[in-house]
């Protein structure tokens, strides 16, 4: 149920070198903002990432898609709300809502991303602490 | 008709910037590429981007969406087919296919963007002239 | 007497898209993390400067450089202060030490800028309260 | 002698991800730039970096600084001499300098870089064919 589904908000200020000559973030920028969203959101699960990376296992995405309802300025602090809403083999499916400083949300995307192993380049189910850490009533 | 619509070929190598420290072409990167694919597309097309922004004509993007099939590596000269594949009122759809060095198609993508008058910040029917420059058979 | 100027400190984290393939946080984020680091100094004076644009004021860069000690690494939470050493005519002068989760020194930096009116493209001498706030010794 | 340092020419246009909202160039993306200049210029001599990297020898950058003249617009079609300008022990040293589609000198710059082996993470003399592929005179 997607009400069993966490909601994890991380706040991000759009920088200068973010923007564009059009007064926007330029729209490829919020690929890193939700990376950086997601990885705050697995480390308040008690996930490191990184340490995911040192033991072998990348997290490459597989699909990204987001839609624009309004433009985010210079300066604005910006709140992501990531939910992952499902784990299912090797792939684990993340969606994202950015809300500028008045509240609106000015986009949604989703991503999806797939556990790697480094050594093999092949697809593996995750670890089963870091599986049961991102969904405690994961079974594998 | 879709064989109606040609294809547009933009070449361009992936610089260190652009790496990531899974040795792979951040997926980010990919929203910048696409858009100078399409605005080489829209040159080819003698439509220069820089002139319509500064005619007063702004193309916000109002969906991306993206799926990898392989990554792309440091240094690769990466080869992207663009398509406009739709003119719809003030919206274009732009469809991209990215090939490797090897011919191989690493990933696909599309984005719809919307023609917006910078003054009064609306969505605008495109300028006619731009319009048939993109669909010749362009009807308003 | 340069023991008369605030060391002003900002935190950011190193996002998996400023790694490179060498594992290092590309050397050309730095100057990024700068300028966050200068608008956050900025900022804890009571300067916007989002606002000083909106009014009219940019603030461009006549030079940059910087020695690299030791690289910063994915997800490293770096340290950076700020000082703001001199204010001459229209020109401002910042220092930067960047400092890991080990508390090294991992480079320094400065940066030179200039306030130029928007409107005729020229240096100025920057708004009174503007300067006082920087240096509150400062007189025009 | 100066003289007999060959520059290399590379030219780029300014991508719209890389224009900030004061309709410039971002003052950080010229490092990249640099980068990709001095990789072209590695390159027209034999040497490719990617090789180099993939052969366990690895090119930090140890400083940059770079002067700003006048800014570089969207679009614009820049063209970058790059001169290889020594080459000491463990150190490579270049210099740059921008010119716009007007002919402008729009800044100057260098970067001194480190030969560096990936397994021990130390400093060492470059391997000596790409040595004398750099510098044709040069003896280790």
């Known amino acids: 149920m997607s009400e069993s589904h966490?909601?994890?908000t991380t706040e991000l200020r759009v920088r200068y070198a973010e923007t564009d000559r059009m007064g926007y973030c330029y729209y490829g920028n919020f690929a890193a903002y939700f990376e950086v969203?997601?990885?705050?959101?697995l480390r308040s699960l008690g996930v490191s990432y990184k340490d995911l990376?040192?033991?072998?296992?990348?997290?490459?995405?597989?699909?990204?898609?987001i839609k624009y309802f309004k433009p985010a300025y210079y300066d604005e602090k910006l709140r992501i709300e990531t939910v992952i809403d499902s784990l299912s083999?090797?792939?684990?499916?993340f969606?994202?809502?950015t809300f500028n400083e008045q509240g609106e949300q000015i986009n949604k995307a989703s991503t999806t991303l797939v556990f790697v192993s480094a050594e093999s380049q092949r697809p593996m189910a995750p670890p089963e602490d870091i599986a049961t850490r991102l969904f405690p009533a994961y079974n594998n």
Do not use: N
């Open 6 to 8: 966490p909601t994890f």
């Open 37 to 41: 969203a997601r990885v705050e959101a």
């Open 95 to 97: 969606t994202y809502k």
């Open 53 to 65: 990376e040192d033991d072998g296992v990348i997290l490459p995405v597989l699909d990204y898609e």
């Open 89 to 93: 083999g090797a792939r684990i499916h």
